[in-house]
């Protein structure tokens, strides 16, 4: 299917590997131009350079800019201009119980996860509007709606980002913008990857064997019985990034292996 994306430029938030730089990957092999981001130089900048060696001949730019940083995301909103698709997909978590959650981790999480979201859209939502024309997509989490009890702050998070989804898609009528949010299920992204691995290693255990475990364990009504490749997410962003998406507008999308039991 041609997703008619030629020509259109997009930002990708924290995309130097996981979902987003599996976003990163589906939008450039649809002819966009994609700038992406990560948190140091020298990742943002390698990151970079295999999407090149990957997609020779796409327009592909990187830059890096700590979420944390107030002053590094300042510098950051003065460089992204003339931006058709802004993906917000940049997130952190961190398995704690709710006791030992103090202030601080708080108002980290959020001021990464949310605010990054926030200020990336209130920079580039005005002017889709005065276009009439744009993407923004939030990827969320199926934790934003059934909220783990070890990560209940990156829960709160990842809900936050539906509603302010929502609350900006009703600022498009009448226009081609859309505003979405993909919900992804437990997605097997460098972090995981990183995660599992250290366990299985330290239990003498095979990593298969290890994922299997920690899928039936955690999430054992998955209808998909496996981790989602970050690329399966991936998909649905490009369709949601696409002008043939303009019927889909303040909503949320599954992509979550069938976790969610609700309808």
Known sequence: MNLKLEGKRAFISGSTQGIGYAVAQQLLNENAEVIINGRSKE???????????????????????????????????????????????????????????????WYRIFEINVMS??????????????????????????????????????????????AISNGLSKLTKGTEITVNTILGGPTYSDGVAATIEHIA?????????????????????SLLQRFINPSEIASLAAYLASPISIATNGTCLRADGGVLKTV
């Open 43 to 105: 990742k943002t900048a390698s990151a970079v350079q295999k999407l090149k060696q990957e997609f020779p001949n796409a327009v592909v730019s990187g830059i890096a800019a700590d979420f944390g940083n107030k002053e590094e995301v300042t510098d950051l909103l003065n460089e992204i201009i003339e931006i058709d698709i802004l993906v917000n997909n940049l997130g952190i978590f961190e398995l704690k119980s709710f006791e030992n959650i103090e202030d601080e981790d």
């Open 117 to 162: 979201a926030v200020r990336l859209s209130k920079k580039l939502l005005p002017s889709m509007l005065e276009k009439k024309s744009g993407r923004i997509i939030f990827i969320s989490s199926e934790s934003g709606v059934n909220i783990p009890e070890n990560m209940i702050h990156y829960g709160m998070t990842k809900a936050s980002m539906m």
């Open 201 to 221: 290693g330290l239990q003498n255990i095979d990593v298969e064997q290890m994922k299997s475990a920690i899928i039936h364990q955690t999430n054992p009504d």
